[in-house]
């Protein structure tokens, strides 16, 4: 053997040139197997980063930073979670005021009416005995008050009509709301 060869094969060791070369050859595939998984992963993480850019309202975020897009996520939520606070902060006082509404009653001998004040929103409960053009009688007059009516049931039962306005009050409330009870009191 020549000195050479040698070098390749080593009798103590046991091993050959193409041992080694089938050594080197698996490293390189776990080697290859983790950067493709490191790929895999830096794929889909740049993924979830152009998810996330896309979903955030400001659009000159393009080509951005991660670290932009993570503050300008950041800023989004407490935005959103402020605004959040503000919708059920506004929720409750409107639901407190509702509670709190004027509530006024007043009647005649064949009619009685229930008026809910909220804000502008007015609810009229009017009760009746029934008669012709009696409900058209009434909305004139919430026509004649300037009042938008948003909506109405009617209803009869033996010879009873109720009828529930709900309208849309602006300028002097309480004297428009007082007019309007007076004339239906006197149809």
């Not at 790929?39 to 080509?63: A, G, H, I, V, W």
């Not at 709900?166 to 006197?186: C, H, S």
């Amino acid at each position: 053997m020549s000195p050479s060869h040698e070098i390749f094969v080593s009798k103590e060791g046991g091993s050959s040139c193409r041992k080694r070369s089938r050594a080197i050859k698996e490293d390189g595939e776990r080697g290859t197997i983790e950067k493709s998984k490191d790929r895999r992963m830096r794929d889909r993480m740049n993924q979830k980063y152009n998810e996330l850019q896309s979903m955030l309202p400001k659009t000159s975020l393009f080509k951005a930073s991660r670290e932009k897009i993570v503050s300008e996520t950041i800023e989004h939520i407490k935005a959103l979670k402020e605004e959040l606070q503000r919708l059920e902060e506004q929720k409750n006082s409107s639901t407190s005021m509702v509670a709190k509404g004027k509530l006024s009653t007043c009647s005649s001998n064949n009619s009685s009416i229930n008026v809910t004040v909220s804000g502008d929103i007015v609810f009229f409960g009017i009760q009746s005995l029934a008669r012709q053009r009696l409900v058209t009688d009434v909305f004139i007059i919430f026509h004649e008050q300037g009042t938008e009516v948003l909506s109405a049931n009617v209803a009869v039962n033996n010879g009873l009509l109720m009828l529930t306005v709900t309208a849309l009050v602006n300028g002097n409330k309480d004297t428009i709301i007082e007019k309007i009870k007076r004339d239906i009191l006197i149809l």
